[in-house]
């Protein structure tokens, strides 16, 4: 286990009242949270999005992405479930940071796409390291989810983890003009899906 579960703190939001769970990692000192949502003891499958922070979006509302407008609405759909989880994977920009996101914004800027910006800052397309997540899930003794994603690489790495997913629930949300060819690229070059899954 490469994280600890730090400390807790009831979350008020407009969806509802959350518990908010702190982590940090043991080697880098990085801090994650879960928000919790009802009781998520039991052995059905728990409805889980791990969002990975978007300062850009998920904050100061842009629109070159659909990360804000995802954040939105798998809060509430945690909500209308009555019972979920929600990992903030606090890596930044696929995992090259805030500064390098911005430099990737400006080669997108002059035509890059998300893919080969990444690259020629000299990074994979995408860096995250979700198996934090599961060790997460695995804190909050949850073994068994459904999993609110359109990235397959989250529910192979979940799964290689020993994370049950019973079924992939997309999350479709927020295409506007400016983020139309960020989104088509999620889908030709990184595999994204926009149909069910299930077990």
């Known amino acids: 286990m490469r994280l600890r579960r ?22 880098t000192g990085h801090h ?19 969002h990975s922070e ?22 509430h759909c945690i909500t209308e479930e009555k019972r979920g989880i929600l990992i903030y994977h606090r890596q930044e920009g696929r995992n090259i940071g ?28 995408d860096e ?3 198996t934090i997540c599961a060790d997460i899930l695995k804190l909050l003794y949850v073994k068994k ?17 020993c994370i049950n997913i019973t079924e992939r629930v997309p999350l479709i949300v927020g295409r506007n003009p400016e ?6 690229t999620k889908a030709s070059k990184l595999g994204h899906l926009f149909y069910n899954y299930h077990k």
């Open 145 to 161: 989810i459904r999993i609110l994603t359109n990235n397959p690489k989250k529910v192979e790495i979940l799964n290689k983890s």
């Open 98 to 125: 805030l500064l390098n996101k911005i430099r990737a914004y400006a080669l997108q800027d002059h035509g890059a796409d998300t893919v080969e910006a990444n690259q020629c800052l000299g990074f994979a397309p």
């Open 179 to 184: 983020n139309s060819r960020y989104l088509d």
């Open 6 to 27: 730090v400390t807790e703190a009831r979350l008020p939001t407009l969806w509802g009242n959350f518990l908010i769970v702190g982590f940090e990692e043991n080697f």
């Open 32 to 50: 994650h949270v879960a928000l919790i949502y009802g009781n998520i003891t039991g052995s059905d499958p728990v409805l889980t999005r791990i």
């Open 128 to 130: 995250r390291d979700f």
């Open 54 to 75: 978007c300062l850009t979006g998920d904050a100061l509302f842009s629109s070159r992405c659909d990360c804000g407008f995802q954040l939105k609405t798998a809060l």
